[in-house]
């Protein structure tokens, strides 16, 4: 079973904003709502910054946003931050015998 | 505030079975939500692995399933993993964590534990 696939690396300015790309295919991404994103600092625990495409859990700054067409999903951090430099993961539902699937990895660093 | 917490051996020999337990704090494992094992091996992404619900169903990753047990305790409020037949390719930091819809959305994670797999 395939990853899904995201860019090795990313970067960006204090206060300018990135997108990373997540792409899956008509089996995953874009078969169902159910694109999550985390964010993980070296050594920490993984956090959950978006679920079903869009969605912000309590305490997630709204400078993270998710977005989806087609079999790519995206994630846009806005007014990017030094702490903001970290790993990011997409994931996505793929049906009831995969389950899920998660990207590579992005990692993210806040020049 | 959920936390959940790794435990278990860092070392495990191949051919052997690697075992860990998830402890969950300040929330009920009885509450209602699956709970799940991610690993993530050295460079490389996330793997799922396998998530459980507090009456005991369960459900595997199709590439781990035939050595995958996944169980719950819920007097003490944690839950195990079993992969067996481990080669050096299981070595990996292993994650627990909460599932927050039960689509295998995970919100609170553990920080992980290394283990290795080696003679």
């Known amino acids: 079973q395939s990853a899904l696939t995201q860019p090795p690396s990313a970067s960006g300015s204090p206060g300018q904003s990135v997108t990373i790309s997540c792409t899956g295919t008509?089996?995953?991404?874009?078969?169902?709502?159910?694109v999550s994103w985390y964010q993980h600092h070296p050594g920490k625990a993984p956090k959950l910054m978006i679920y079903e495409v869009n969605k912000r859990p309590s305490g997630v700054p709204d400078r993270f946003s998710g977005s989806k067409s087609g079999n790519t999903a995206s994630l846009t951090v806005s007014g990017l931050q030094a702490e903001d430099e970290a790993d990011y993961y997409c994931?996505?539902?793929?049906?009831?015998?995969?389950?899920?699937?998660f990207g590579g990895g992005t990692k993210l660093t806040v020049l | 505030q959920v936390q959940v917490q790794e435990s278990g051996p860092g070392l495990v020999k191949p051919s052997e079975t690697l075992s860990l337990t998830c402890s969950v704090s300040g929330y009920s494992i009885n509450s209602g939500n699956y709970w799940g094992w991610i690993r993530q091996p050295p460079g490389k992404g996330l793997e799922w692995i396998g998530s459980?619900?507090?009456?005991?169903?369960?459900y595997s990753n199709p590439s781990l399933k035939s050595r995958v047990t996944i169980s719950v305790d819920t007097s003490k409020n944690n839950f195990s993993l079993k992969l067996s037949s481990v080669t050096a390719a299981d070595t990996a930091v292993y994650y627990c964590?909460?599932?927050?819809?039960?689509?295998?959305?995970?919100?609170?994670w553990g920080q992980g534990t290394l283990v290795t797999v080696s003679s």
């Open positions: 008509s089996s995953d991404v874009g078969c169902y709502n159910y």
């Open positions: 459980i619900y507090h009456s005991g169903s369960t």
């Open positions: 964590a909460r599932e927050l819809t039960g689509d295998r959305v995970f919100d609170y």
């Open positions: 994931s996505s539902y793929a049906g009831s015998n995969i389950h899920v699937r």
